[in-house]
Structure formats: C-alpha cells, structure tokens
C-alpha cells in the first residue's frame, strides 16, 4: 500500500478511479469546507474516513504540508507496453481517427474524452534523476495536452509521495507507461509515430518541426541526455533555439517548451481545418 498526501493529490486519484482505497485519514481539526469535495466523493465511493489526531497524520506523511488528509491506498498502475501500443493503436495511428480513453487536447487539464481524434502525442523521459522534477514535467505534461508519459522501468526508483505532491493531481489524470526496452518505440513507429529526439545542436529547432502528427518527444536529463539505443531509433532530431552561453535547459523546462509548441502547432492545425 501506498499513502497519498494533500487535498490536490487524493481527490485526483478518487476521480481517477486507479487506485483502491483502504482508507482516508483527515485530522480532527481541518477546515471541512476546504476538504468538503474530497469527503464528498469519498463517501460516495464508499471510501472510509477515519477522523485522527494532527500526529498521527505528521508521522505518517512527509512533513507537515499534508493540509489535513492522507489517503492510505493501493499504487497507481502503470501502463504496459502492449497497453501503451493499444492506446495509440485508439487513435488510429497517423490516421488520427476516433479514439476511446484518449485525451483532447484541447488545453483542459486533466479531461479524458472519448472520441478524441487528436493524434497520439506521446512523451519519453531519460535521465530524470529528481522527483520533484519528475512531477512538475508530469503537470506540464497533463496540461498540454501529451496523451501518455514513458519512462524506462529501471529508471522508475522515485517516492511516489514526491512525485505526486508537484504533480498537483497530475501524477493521477496522466497515464504512464514503465517499457523495459527499446521495442515498444519500435512498435510505436511501425504504427506511424515518429520519435523525435530533443538534443542540443541539432540543426533543425523545433519551431521547424512538423509536431501536428503522431509523435513521441523524447527529452533527456541534463547529466546523460537520451541514451544511445533511443537516438538510434530517431526519426528526426530538433533543439531548443538559445541565446548566449545557455546551451542547455533543465529537463522539465526543456519538455515544458517543447510540449507547448507542439500544443500550439495542434490548435493552429485545427483552425484551418
């Protein structure tokens, strides 16, 4: 079992529907108007709630920034390969036809839409060695739009607790997808998505880039960058224009900057159309 901290992050995870719920804990002298949603949806889900004292929530969580709840209950699932293949495969592939479990992105956070015929977009991370900076990529990611976030299964070795708390509900909404290996990009592309490489020096920027199709944007950490076996795999590379002696960004304003625009690009596509 795993515990969950904070307002944001349990009444994310109620909606998600992902997770099995042993029990809510809310300290005896929290403000009921501020968790009234949480306790709401709670009991609607037949999620028992134990009232406790402001100790026994402190010992439990990580500091005392829990706002009065923590949720005891089962780890969020990840996505398997053949789950994350099936995903896309909804999309219809470069096609984009009609979807089911996708999300719109349409620049509603954390909305998963039926019949969304956006096409797959997709990102990979390498080299993500901060938890806190794996959940604020994650809420960029929920809030621009990216339908799934791959993380290699060897690299996954974060607190969940630390991952969620910047998500801000993200951590949540967002499926995530742990691939073992190479295999399932290529699967990916044999189904019509291009994986696009974010590196530094690349002579094509972004800005030059057609991110209106299926795509996976791959970012890698400041310290290794993408790793060997996925730059192989490229369909294409792309850097971030800069200026002066910045040559790198971090890894979660890097993906931020790159999400955004192919966001952008996607509702400029769909104006025309």
């Known amino acids: 079992m795993e515990h969950l901290e904070g307002r944001q992050s349990v009444l994310a995870a109620l909606r998600a529907c992902q997770r099995r719920f042993q029990v809510i804990l809310i300290r005896h002298d929290a403000h009921r108007e501020k968790l009234g949603d949480v306790i709401e949806l709670a009991e609607k889900r037949g999620v028992p709630i134990r009232y406790v004292e ?17 949720a ?49 977009l997709l990102l990979l991370l390498e080299g993500v060695d901060d ?7 994650l809420r960029s990611a929920d809030a621009l739009g990216v ?24 951590y949540e909404r967002l499926p995530l997808a742990q691939i073992e290996d190479v295999d399932v990009l290529r699967q990916l ?10 590196i530094a020096g690349a002579k094509r920027s972004l800005y030059e880039t057609d991110l209106t199709g299926p795509v996976i944007l791959a970012i890698g950490g400041e310290k290794r960058g993408l790793s060997g076996a996925v ?21 979660s304003h890097a993906a931020s900057i790159v999400m955004a625009e192919a966001l952008r690009q996607r509702r400029a596509r769909r104006s025309f159309e």
């Not at 993380?151 to 969620?164: Q, S, T």
């Not at 592309?189 to 974010?198: A, E, I, K």
Request: a positive charge; glycine letters at 12%; one cysteine or more.
């Open 131 to 137: 938890a806190r900076n794996l959940g604020f990529t």
């Open 72 to 120: 005891i209950c089962t780890a969020k699932p990840r996505l398997t390969p053949a789950e994350l293949v099936a995903l896309v495969d909804q999309t219809g592939g470069a096609a984009g036809t009609q979807a089911t479990g996708l999300r719109e992105a349409s620049g509603t956070s954390g909305t998963h839409a039926a019949g969304s015929r956006e096409p797959a």
């Open 147 to 170: 339908h799934a976030v791959l993380i290699k299964k060897h690299l996954w070795d974060f607190d969940p607790v630390e991952v969620a708390r910047p998500a801000s509900g993200a």
């Open 54 to 70: 402001g100790a026994e929530l402190d010992a439990l969580a990580h500091g005392a920034t829990h706002g009065g709840v923590v």
């Open 189 to 198: 592309q044999r189904r019509g998505v291009r994986l696009l490489g974010c």
């Open 231 to 251: 730059r192989a795999l490229c369909d294409q590379f792309l850097s971030i224009p800069t200026r002066g002696e910045a040559s790198s960004l971090s890894l």
